[in-house]
């Protein structure tokens, strides 16, 4: 059985092959090449996300508290028993 610094020795060597091979260079070279692309997308953080959903939420509340006082008002407005189309056709 080989002595564990024969192991130890061999596996050094064999990282340092690998840490110098053209994979190891092609895969530093794709990631470099998808953070440049990734940087020029203009992306939201989750956060930024997170904070317009709920800007998002609260407008849609908003807004369906508006559309149900406008048609109260418009049925205040209204004449009673009047059938005609709202749009005065």
């Known amino acids: ?3 564990p610094s024969l192991i130890d020795e061999i596996n ?4 340092e092959l690998f840490a110098a091979s053209p994979a190891q260079d092609i895969e530093r070279n ?8 990734l940087e020029r997308l203009d992306l939201a953080t989750r956060e930024e996300f ?12 908003k807004l369906a508290a508006l559309e ?3 048609a109260e008002l418009e049925q205040r407005l209204a004449p ?3 059938d005609a189309d709202p749009a005065g056709r």
């Open 12 to 15: 050094a060597r064999l990282g």
């Open 50 to 61: 997170e904070i317009q959903a709920k800007v998002l939420a609260r407008t849609r509340e």
């Open 1 to 3: 059985m080989p002595s």
């Open 30 to 37: 794709v990631r470099a090449l998808l953070a440049s692309g």
């Open 68 to 70: 149900a006082r406008v």
């Open 80 to 82: 009673a028993g009047d």
